[in-house]
């Protein structure tokens, strides 16, 4: 891990966050259902809803809330990439593709801009 936080010190950081985070928060949704399925299971609702759900492994009321939250995991984890790398990864200097896309956009929203580039 020293290697790896010395060769890429943003990419360990941006990392070493995206895993800080994402432990607290299992940690915080794991005690909040263990409390839920307690209290459930110590008042009896927690069998008539097994019961009346017939919760198996294939279940859809299993399968489609795991599924979904490792789609919305990783696609909060790819938009932080990108921007992380729109933020601090791109060019200083202007582009051709910039400059021509500029004086597209400012063409229609009517602005001048002075060509200094």
Known sequence: MKKLSEKYPVLYMLTKHVVGSFIKTLLSVLVVLIIVVAILFFTGLYDQIASALNLKYNSPFILVPLYGSITLALLSLFIGFL??????????????FYRAFSRIINAQAGVQVEKNW
């Open 83 to 96: 921007l992380h790398f729109h933020k601090y990864k791109r060019a200083r200097t202007k582009g051709r």
